[in-house]
């Protein structure tokens, strides 16, 4: 039993882990490389191991830093299935294709350039029709399932949190006489967003590979970011002037959504037109209309009262190039949600264009903005930028709202840590910048003595032996009172939550409240006895 780390190691895209299980050969994603041009290289490389030789590919989910290299594995002789979410197939059928467009694109520019120097052209990395054979591999299951995926390999999605369709998987692994259990956290989204459910709490597991992305920062509150778009767009609308927001087509588009809707139904913002210029936008926002059975508690009453997040009166879905053009002719206030969400390419380039300059017009970034791209010199305050080889003045007010983010912070991933009952032997950190991971292992150290390993690229761990981690805490107490004080540490902070929260009511506290305050109060005397009488 062996695991090798193929991508998204030391670094946040091209996720890829390769397993071997007695004869079983499969992949745990196969994502694109983004980013810095060494990391785009490994893209083109050879595969590291036979594609035609895997039985079987597990999709955490749709995120093209974990699905992009797909149809490259099917091209090179890649036979198995696809199996992941129904969500997350349905989020393919509009991302691959739409990845294998951009790839064709870039090829034709980067070519031009290699032939003016004298390089052979160089053919694109997968073409989009090459991803929609892709798809044909694609086998989806549902949540919670157990499935074998193959000889010695058993597996079950659960929910991520992260984006529709999203997941952590949970696979057994049974070689002769021994079964261990991994779970892969895939990408871990933050609890209490909107339409998706919360991430998945998982109880056990022999190793866990980890994501990392958040692990050294802290999102804002979830009912503070609302608050500031609701006051955002009232600003808008007393200044008379557009609101426009770049964001990612898939997820955010449909959060946005989904807060301007609950927004207006409390009359908090005034009822302007909202439109979606995005094609991908569109059709995803199809998609989560489609996958319904997969939305939280909160979006699924909503819809059983006949009102559905992606449909209020003024909200209008724009298709055609020629609709969009449109858009800039017409005056007053109103909303529009465009992409790509970092303003490097899509149709947001011209709304900012007509835009920017107009004292009366404002900006709002929802999302992470790269390094050197167009949103990052804008938020940072560039007084002129050029769009399409013209310079524009930047008059538009500039908003950014932080923490609108589809991955848990350094907070939300060791509370979802601390819900393990039995620890795994170690836990594998990916996903994350280099920068990360002292901070990010630290922490996981401090707060629950789990021993960590940051593997690099192309590294391999026997996973039949128990792997010891370089430097790694070693816990030394008893079992049963390691679980006590494990229960011990969750009654503590839902206690200490709890009373943060009647602080900030004051006066404003429930019988209910105080009950609840009684019984944990009892709850921790009655363990803190317990763990007295073990020692
Ligand atoms: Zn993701």
């Known amino acids: 039993m062996q695991i090798t780390f193929f991508g998204a190691?030391?670094?946040?895209?091209?996720?890829?882990?390769y397993l071997e299980v007695g004869q079983t050969k499969f992949l745990v994603d196969c994502g694109l490389f983004q980013g810095a041009s060494e990391e785009r290289d490994y893209?083109?490389?050879?595969?590291?191991?036979?594609?035609?030789?895997l039985d079987f590919l597990l999709l955490t989910h749709a995120h093209i830093d974990h699905s992009g290299l797909i149809p490259r594995l099917c091209q090179q002789g890649f036979k198995g299935r696809v199996i992941t979410t129904q969500a997350t197939a349905d989020l393919c059928k509009i991302m691959l294709p739409d990845s294998g467009y951009i790839q064709e694109m870039e090829s034709e520019w980067n070519n031009r350039k290699r032939v003016r120097q004298g390089e052979p052209p160089?053919?694109?990395?997968?073409?989009?029709?090459?991803?929609?054979e892709a798809l044909n591999f694609f086998y989806p299951v549902h949540y919670g399932e157990e499935i074998k995926a193959g000889e010695g390999v058993t597996v079950r999605f659960r929910d991520a949190g992260h984006i529709l369709g999203s997941a952590i998987l949970e696979v057994w692994l049974q070689e002769n006489n021994k079964q261990i259990k991994m779970v892969f956290t895939g990408d871990l989204g933050q609890t209490d967003q909107p339409i998706i459910r919360d991430p998945a709490l998982i109880e056990t597991a022999d190793y866990l590979v980890m994501e990392s992305t958040y692990g050294n920062r802290f999102h804002i509150d979830h009912g503070d970011r609302v608050e500031l778009l609701a006051e955002v767009v009232n600003e808008t609308a007393a200044t008379n002037g557009k609101l426009i927001i770049p964001s990612f087509a898939?997820?955010?588009?449909?959060?946005?959504?989904?807060?301007?809707?609950?927004?207006?139904l409390d009359g908090k913002i005034p009822d302007f037109p909202v439109y979606i210029d995005s094609p991908m936008a569109v059709s995803a926002t199809e998609t989560f209309r489609r996958n319904s059975q997969y939305f939280d508690e909160d979006t699924y009453q909503l819809l059983r009262q006949g009102e559905s997040p992606f449909e209020f009166p003024g909200l209008h879905f724009v298709r055609t190039a020629e609709e969009s053009k449109d858009l800039n002719q017409t005056e007053g206030e109103q909303i529009i949600i465009s992409a790509s969400g970092m303003c490097e390419a899509g149709r947001i380039l011209h709304h900012l264009r007509?835009?920017?300059?107009r004292p009366e017009a404002h900006i709002l970034f929802v999302g992470y903005q790269a390094e050197g791209t167009l949103g990052r010199r804008i938020l940072d305050g560039a007084r002129a930028v050029k769009i399409f080889g013209e310079e524009i003045i930047v008059k538009a007010k500039i908003h950014q709202i932080q923490g609108f983010s589809a991955h848990a912070d350094q907070t939300g991933m060791i509370k979802w840590l601390k819900r393990f009952v039995a620890k795994p032997k170690a836990v594998f950190l990916?996903?994350?910048?280099?920068?990360?991971?002292p901070e990010w292992e630290a922490v996981i150290h401090k707060e629950l003595k789990l021993p960590t390993i940051v593997p690099q690229?192309?590294?391999?761990?026997?996973?039949s032996n128990t792997i010891v981690a370089e430097e790694s805490p070693v816990p030394s107490v008893k079992d049963d009172q390691e679980i006590l004080r494990h229960t011990l540490h969750l009654l503590d902070e839902e206690y200490l939550d709890l009373r943060g929260r009647l602080r900030e009511k004051e006066s404003l506290?429930?019988?209910?409240?105080?009950?609840?305050?009684?019984?944990l109060t009892k709850e921790l005397k009655r363990i803190n006895e317990l763990i007295k009488q073990t020692v």
Do not use: I
């Open 9 to 17: 190691a030391q670094m946040v895209t091209g996720s890829c882990f």
């Open 354 to 357: 007509h835009n920017l300059w």
């Open 43 to 53: 893209n083109y490389r050879a595969f590291p191991f036979n594609p035609g030789d």
């Open 457 to 463: 690229m192309g590294q391999s761990f026997d996973l």
């Open 509 to 519: 506290v429930s019988a209910e409240e105080l009950e609840d305050l009684e019984e």
């Open 430 to 437: 990916v996903h994350g910048d280099e920068e990360v991971f």
């Open 122 to 132: 160089r053919e694109p990395l997968y073409t989009a029709d090459q991803a929609r």
């Open 250 to 264: 898939v997820g955010r588009a449909q959060d946005l959504l989904y807060h301007l809707k609950l927004l207006r």
